[in-house]
């Protein structure tokens, strides 16, 4: 079946850098556009970045920080995050773009930026 596992969340100051990384079976990986959408309490997922054979996409927010890439050989998106700002913390999940793919979701990985 379909799955999306999420890694690579923690807790870091503003300013530091984490690198999420996401693991896809059961579907053709290669063949979709993939994104990157985080998820506040009470808020609507949205989506921050995106790749496609067109290339990366961001939103306005993350633009000269994030960047995003995928390895379609191992089925797996990465999200690299530079200069961390507190309004980045949310739960960072991954997905086909547009989601979801066959309404399914992975558990997400949580990211902190706090001092």
């Known amino acids: 079946q379909v799955q999306f596992v999420e890694s690579g969340g923690g807790s870091v100051q503003p300013g530091e850098s984490l690198r999420l990384s996401c693991v896809t079976s059961?579907?053709?990986?290669?063949?979709?556009?993939m994104a990157w959408y985080r998820q506040l309490p009470g808020k609507e997922r949205e989506m921050v970045a995106a790749?496609?054979?067109?290339?990366?996409d961001y939103v306005d927010s993350v633009k000269g920080r994030f960047t995003i890439s995928r390895d379609d050989a191992k089925k797996t998106l990465f999200l690299q995050m530079d200069n961390l700002k507190i309004e980045d913390a949310a739960v960072y999940y991954c997905?086909?773009?547009?989601?979801?793919?066959?309404?399914?979701w992975g558990q997400g990985t949580q990211v902190t930026v706090s001092s």
């Open positions: 997905n086909v773009r547009p989601a979801p793919l066959l309404n399914t």
């Open positions: 059961g579907f053709n990986f290669g063949r979709h556009a």
């Open positions: 790749i496609s054979n067109v290339g990366p």
